[in-house]
């Protein structure tokens, strides 16, 4: 009853964020361009605290039920508010698997949780200050960047990346090279990631990193 309700409680909570953005966004009230950026970063941060309450298979399969979710709601524009963007990608898609592989790859609850974090809130934050601010644009594999997004996602993820490790309590000079290679590599991946594949590549950066250390 209590795995039941875990799951319950998980699924929900991904399911309230969808429909509140869906909400807010035909309201009006969240804008179409940080919509999508918004569920990501909201999502992700529901998600790294799964492993509290909830062992690797069943964070397995609740994302790969969000992925038939999200594919039917592609197909029949159900939750709009995550498929309106500019630019062709299949991160929509990508995002859930993401989920399963850091899950299943993960030796560490912890390690899990970083990778999650680096997928949603620092690829999100960096987006939507990027945009903001706008600060020295240029283009990478024809993907519009901004000096400033990239100098954000680096912030957020060293800032990550420092607390995973002193949570798996490293010190010494593995954990200056890894504190060190997963902003840099990750800040890297984003930049050269297209139609969305650094929702792979980023937090597959920072399990095989902060793995090598244990």
């Given at each position: 009853m209590v795995v039941m309700y875990s799951l319950i409680f998980a699924i929900l909570g991904v399911g309230g964020i969808l429909?509140?953005?869906?909400?807010?966004?035909?309201?009006?009230?969240?804008?179409?361009?940080?919509?999508?950026?918004?569920?990501?970063?909201?999502?992700?941060?529901?998600?790294?605290?799964?492993?509290?309450?909830?062992?690797?298979?069943?964070?397995?399969?609740?994302?790969?039920?969000?992925?038939?979710?999200?594919?039917?709601?592609?197909?029949?524009?159900?939750?709009?508010?995550?498929?309106?963007?500019?630019?062709?990608?299949?991160?929509e898609f990508l995002y859930p698997i993401a989920v399963a592989m850091t899950a299943y790859l993960s030796p560490e609850a912890i390690i899990f949780s970083a990778a999650i974090l680096q997928l949603g809130l620092a690829d999100g934050l960096a987006s939507l200050i990027g945009s903001k601010l706008n600060f020295k644009p240029y283009k990478i594999l024809g993907q519009g960047k901004t000096v400033g997004?990239?100098?954000?996602?680096?912030?957020?993820?060293?800032?990550?990346?420092?607390?995973?490790?002193?949570?798996?309590?490293?010190?010494?000079?593995?954990?200056?090279?890894?504190?060190?290679?997963?902003?840099?590599?990750?800040?890297a991946a984003e930049n050269i990631s297209v139609f969305g594949l650094d929702d792979i590549t980023v937090p597959m950066i920072s399990i095989v990193l902060l793995s090598a250390i244990l």
């Open positions: 429909v509140l953005a869906e909400m807010l966004w035909r309201e009006g009230l969240i804008p179409r361009s940080k919509s999508r950026v918004t569920v990501h970063i909201l999502v992700a941060c529901w998600i790294a605290f799964w492993p509290v309450y909830l062992n690797t298979y069943q964070i397995i399969a609740i994302a790969l039920a969000m992925f038939v979710v999200v594919s039917f709601s592609r197909i029949f524009r159900v939750f709009e508010a995550i498929h309106r963007t500019k630019r062709w990608t299949i991160g997004g990239s100098a954000v996602f680096f912030i957020i993820s060293l800032v990550i990346t420092s607390l995973a490790l002193l949570q798996l309590d490293r010190s010494g000079l593995g954990y200056l090279a890894v504190l060190l290679l997963i902003p840099v590599l990750s800040t």
